[in-house]
């Protein structure tokens, strides 16, 4: 037995290192879209933290003043160009659909503002490499607002992996799954609709963290009638550098459109199991499980947490603030790296489902997309 796998579990687990949002150094915002998300985002930014929104910028006029009289803020464009040109703007929130992250992200970075970009980051991973490339030339800060990598709750399962408190990982299964009306956009060909970027994102974010790069995928995707894959199972593998499996790790990730899943997720190791009840992605309870064998097993772990939602979105934008007045141009908690390690998983489980989408880009609608629950 390893001196890892000897040691004993620990008896409460860590509180996070958040730092207090509060504290974080004030700076302006600029929001690039007007959608389902920015409303949540601005509305749990300004109620949690010190941060200030100046300006919204859509393709339209109308709809970026109708989007600022509504949130509050003082200053609307027109365009995205004015948006990053505007001097009353430190950050951009990218936050349009998910076509347009790419050209949205690259325009502030020119404009040399600091950007957070929605989750994903981009439409795949060669579109998310340019972003990440722009950023490092002009030396500006970028991040992706996956949202839960900058939450208390997954501060606590990064000290439990970094203290070796599970052993040596051999797995990881999460699901995501939620019902959507018909007529949602998410259902749409158009929008890059379907459950991979607008949900497996999480799942796979989670898997790539703890096991890193996925080295093979296997899918199966069920076609919606409007074009899009409704569900889609996979399973991934992940080279490890202990001897359990033979040197692999599998990452198992279920997401579908059609209905409510429990959307929770295990981290799997050797000597314990950490669960992360529904919603895994968002705030809630991390519970630490003893692994089985001979004897009577200790009692779970348990570090409770009231689930607050989408009113958690303010840690990302702290964790922005901090960075940039410490002149940092790419955050630990979820660098560009892992951003494009999960756009890689998401590659291969699109190849594998065989929905490599077309090369071809379609023109959005408009940049007011209606975002999912997640």
């Known amino acids: 037995m390893s001196a890892a796998a000897s040691r004993a579990l620990p008896t409460a687990l860590p509180e996070p290192r ?10 302006r915002w600029g929001v690039m879209g007007t959608g389902w998300i920015v409303e949540r985002f601005v509305t749990a930014v300004t109620r949690s933290t010190g941060q200030r929104f100046t300006a919204i910028g859509s393709r339209s006029g109308d709809r970026a003043r109708a989007a600022a009289d509504r949130l509050g803020v003082a200053r609307a464009h027109g365009s995205w160009a004015e948006l990053v040109a505007d001097p009353e703007v430190d950050v951009v929130y990218v936050a349009t659909g998910h076509a347009d992250h790419l050209a949205g992200a690259l325009a502030a970075l020119e404009a040399g503002k600091a950007v957070l970009v929605e989750k994903p980051l981009a439409l795949d991973a060669a579109e998310g490499q340019r972003i990440a490339d722009a950023a490092r030339a002009a030396g500006v800060f970028c991040a992706e607002a996956l ?100 040197g692999k790790a599998l990452s198992t990730v279920h997401t579908t459109l059609l209905g409510d899943t429990p959307t929770a997720a295990h981290v799997v190791g050797e000597r314990a199991t950490l669960r992360l009840p529904g919603p895994f992605y968002a705030s809630g309870d991390v519970v630490l499980v003893p692994a089985g064998g001979s004897g009577a097993r200790p009692d779970p772990v348990v570090r409770r947490e009231p689930e607050t939602g989408h009113a958690g979105l303010f840690w990302q934008a702290a964790e922005v603030a901090r960075c940039v007045a410490a002149g940092l141009t790419e955050t630990p908690l979820r660098p560009l790296e892992h951003s494009l390690s999960t756009l890689r998983a998401l590659d291969a489980v699109r190849a594998a489902t065989r929905t490599a989408r077309s090369t071809a880009r379609s023109t959005p609608r408009n940049d007011t997309p209606e975002e999912p629950r997640a």
Do not use: I, K, M, N
């Open 18 to 27: 958040t730092p207090d949002p509060l504290e974080a150094p004030s700076l």
């Open 147 to 246: 949202w839960s990598a900058y939450l208390p709750r997954w501060d606590v399962v990064r000290q439990l992996l970094d203290d070796g408190a599970l052993g040596a990982v051999s797995a990881v299964d999460a699901d995501l799954g939620e019902h959507f009306d018909p007529g949602h956009r998410v259902f749409d060909p158009a929008q890059h609709g379907g459950p991979l970027l607008d949900l497996a994102t999480y799942p796979l974010a989670l898997a790539t963290w703890v096991l890193g790069d996925a080295t093979g995928a296997a899918a199966v995707g069920v076609p919606h009638p409007s074009g899009v894959l409704s569900q889609v199972s996979a399973v991934l593998t992940h080279e490890l550098t202990h001897e359990l499996s033979h």
